[in-house]
């Protein structure tokens, strides 16, 4: 067994967080699909946070606005001025229209507000994956609302990772894989994560059992059937990510 993680292990993830919010509920990585996914029982919710053309951090996972706004320009070239003008709530029903894409710091109001507990996934645009940890990082560490935890850092990004060890090594980090790769706990370690998060598919129980072995907390998404989500469950996984926290609220507790 090699090392545990040498960064505070005092944060536990919670048996559920909901993705994006509740992105089968509401429109992801919104203000309202927040509030939703609260009203459907998380208690924790992840977002992406992407870097406008002037360097502003706000919630958003695609490098594109084609899909979630019906504006096919990509995110790297629009000022935050231009964001704040998106619609970021009709493609997922009238009823969501008008709501925006939001600021990270406006959601972290909302945070304190909701006393959620929160895991950022770091998607940068290429070639801006260090600015996009240093201008996360720095927010956070300036104004993350002393009511709540400190939230968790996560990027599929292995420099996004590197730049928030060195940036702010006292906030907790979790690296992301679609599949377990051989070198993984040698990467873990160097990067100092709390938690690895595992895409659902082609998960083995040894995988988990591996990872946790060394220490970490193992998340799985987008976990989203009950079939599944029992059978991870089953397998002793530390945290089910989900677009359908109500659905599985009952799973885990």
């Given at each position: 067994?090699?090392?545990?993680?040498?960064?505070?292990?005092?944060?536990?993830?919670?048996?559920?967080?909901?993705?994006?919010?509740?992105?089968?509920?509401?429109?992801?990585?919104?203000?309202?699909?927040?509030?939703?996914?609260?009203?459907?029982?998380?208690?924790?919710?992840?977002?992406?946070?992407?870097?406008?053309?002037?360097?502003?951090?706000?919630?958003?996972h695609d490098y594109n606005f084609a899909r979630t706004?019906?504006?096919?320009?990509?995110?790297?070239?629009?000022?935050?001025?231009?964001?704040?003008?998106?619609?970021?709530?009709?493609?997922?029903?009238?009823?969501?229209?008008?709501?925006?894409?939001?600021?990270?710091?406006?959601?972290?109001?909302?945070?304190?507000?909701?006393?959620?507990?929160?895991?950022?996934?770091?998607?940068?645009?290429?070639?801006?994956?260090?600015?996009?940890?240093?201008?996360?990082?720095?927010?956070?560490?300036?104004?993350?609302?002393?009511?709540?935890?400190?939230?968790?850092?996560?990027?599929?990004?292995?420099?996004?990772?590197?730049?928030?060890?060195?940036?702010?090594?006292?906030?907790?980090?979790?690296?992301?894989?679609?599949?377990?790769?051989?070198?993984?706990a040698a990467e873990a370690a160097q990067l100092e994560?709390?938690?690895?998060?595992?895409?659902?598919?082609?998960?083995?129980?040894?995988?988990?059992?591996?990872?946790?072995?060394?220490?970490?907390?193992?998340?799985?998404?987008?976990?989203?059937?009950?079939?599944?989500?029992?059978?991870?469950?089953?397998?002793?996984?530390?945290?089910?990510?989900?677009?359908?926290?109500?659905?599985?609220?009952?799973?885990?507790?």
């Amino acid at each position: 067994m090699s090392d545990a993680p040498s960064q505070p292990a005092a944060l536990r993830l919670p048996a559920l967080i909901g993705h994006r919010g509740a992105a089968l509920r509401a429109p992801e990585n919104t203000l309202g699909g927040i509030r939703r996914a609260v009203e459907l029982g998380a208690t924790w919710v992840e977002v992406d946070v992407m870097l406008t053309r002037d360097g502003v951090p706000i919630l958003h996972h695609d490098y594109n606005f084609a899909r979630t706004c019906a504006h096919p320009v990509n995110v790297a070239e629009l000022s935050s001025v231009a964001v704040a003008q998106l619609d970021a709530g009709a493609w997922f029903g009238w009823a969501w229209e008008g709501e925006p894409v939001p600021l990270l710091e406006e959601a972290m109001e909302l945070f304190a507000e909701l006393g959620l507990g929160v895991n950022l996934e770091l998607k940068p645009t290429p070639g801006r994956a260090a600015e996009t940890a240093e201008a996360t990082l720095d927010l956070v560490t300036r104004g993350w609302p002393d009511t709540l935890p400190a939230p968790l850092i996560s990027s599929f990004a292995r420099e996004c990772l590197e730049v928030a060890r060195d940036y702010a090594p006292e906030v907790p980090r979790g690296r992301l894989w679609e599949a377990l790769p051989d070198d993984w706990a040698a990467e873990a370690a160097q990067l100092e994560v709390l938690s690895v998060h595992l895409w659902r598919q082609g998960l083995t129980r040894a995988q988990v059992h591996a990872v946790q072995a060394e220490g970490y907390q193992l998340a799985v998404f987008t976990v989203n059937a009950a079939e599944e989500a029992r059978r991870f469950v089953e397998w002793g996984v530390d945290c089910l990510i989900t677009d359908v926290p109500d659905e599985l609220l009952a799973l885990v507790n």
